[in-house]
């Protein structure tokens, strides 16, 4: 099972931690894998963190947001700063028994589990 959490309102240019926790599994032994979807559009990949520690990042936010993972804590967080209005979206964490997509990272139907969402609305 995993759980989106910190999800909010913020203002543009603000920050944001959201937080994926999982039960039943370590994270550590997958790929976790942020996605999002704004109103009226599909799903798409954000970020990627594989069981070794490779790092996958959209190119809309690149530079702005981070993936990490505390394995202690068996959750998986996504930092966002200088958020803009256009990260509006319900952010869903996933996880892949796959250690390592590579370039593939992104594609939905790879991942096993997912999470219920978290939503970001970035507005003044």
């Known amino acids: 099972q995993l759980v989106e959490s910190g999800g909010a309102l913020v203002q543009p240019g603000g920050s944001l931690r959201l937080s994926c926790t999982a039960s039943g599994f370590s994270v550590g032994a997958y790929a976790i894998g942020w996605f999002r979807q704004a109103p009226g559009k599909e799903r798409e990949g954000v970020s990627c963190?594989?069981?070794?520690?490779?790092?996958k990042y959209a190119d809309s936010v690149k530079g702005r947001f981070t993936i990490s993972r505390d394995n202690a804590k068996n959750t998986v967080y996504l930092q966002m700063n200088n958020v803009r209005p256009e990260d509006t979206a319900v952010y869903y964490c996933?996880?892949?028994?796959?250690?390592?997509?590579?370039?593939?990272?992104?594609?939905?139907?790879?991942?096993?589990?997912w999470g219920q969402g978290t939503q970001v609305t970035v507005s003044s």
């Open positions: 996933a996880a892949d028994e796959y250690p390592y997509r590579g370039s593939n990272w992104y594609l939905q139907h790879l991942y096993d589990y």
């Open positions: 963190i594989s069981s070794s520690g490779f790092l």
